[in-house]
């Protein structure tokens, strides 16, 4: 498969592969639903979510929890990931980058988690726009966050995890679009440790 930039590259191949090794832990899992609780009691009526970069469906479990009924979709760009998301047959999985992701379908929740950091700059406004475009209601962002783009040091790999402020962009890119809650998760929570993230909440005003 053709990738337009080295970040894709780098996901879809081996680290991204040991990424799954790294992460399998039933304790995310219950940090997840801790996390998700907190931001879903914020909203209303959720029935179909569609996650960005879903790696293998951790956050996913997490919310069928909480949305027992609900329909869920994943884009994941590692094949690895992917095998083991199709093991779970109520995800509906996209098997592709984000980058080159479409979809007329719309959901009440869009949201990414940890994956924004790992997306080209020059490629976010086009991401942004597709977070906007497929979602009906809602859109989640659980990104590390810093006032200004900043690049750090990932595993000893230069370009690969960039900081900012996520969700203002998104704000200013969209004025119909209303914040309506926040947050911090810390790792040293006692019970639900979670990778020192910063969530927003954000609703499309129709």
């Known amino acids: 498969m ?38 879903l009691s914020r909203a209303n009526k959720i029935n179909s979510i569609v996650e960005f970069g879903a790696n293998i469906g951790l956050n996913l479990i997490a919310l069928k929890q909480l949305i027992p009924f609900g329909n869920f979709s994943a884009i994941e ?55 906007f475009s497929v979602s009906k209601k809602y859109i989640l962002i659980v990104e590390y966050y810093n006032p200004t783009p900043v690049e750090i040091n990932y595993r000893g790999h230069k370009g690969k995890l960039f900081k900012r402020d996520f969700a203002g962009e998104l704000i200013k890119l969209y004025p119909n679009l209303e914040l309506i809650d926040y947050g911090f998760s810390y790792h040293l929570d006692p019970n639900f440790p979670q990778d020192d993230l910063n969530w927003f909440l954000l609703k499309k005003e129709i």
């Open 2 to 39: 053709n990738y337009k930039t080295e970040q894709e590259k780098f996901w879809a191949g081996e680290f991204g592969t040991n990424y799954i090794e790294r992460n399998n832990d039933l304790q995310i899992v219950a940090g997840n639903i801790n996390l998700f609780s907190k931001i």
């Open 77 to 131: 760009i590692n094949k690895s990931a992917c095998i083991e998301l199709e093991k779970m047959p109520w995800i509906y999985t996209f098997n592709e980058s984000i980058l080159s992701f479409e979809s007329e379908k719309r959901y009440d929740l869009v949201f990414s988690k940890g994956v924004l950091i790992h997306i080209n700059p020059d490629e976010l406004e086009s991401v942004y726009n597709k977070l």
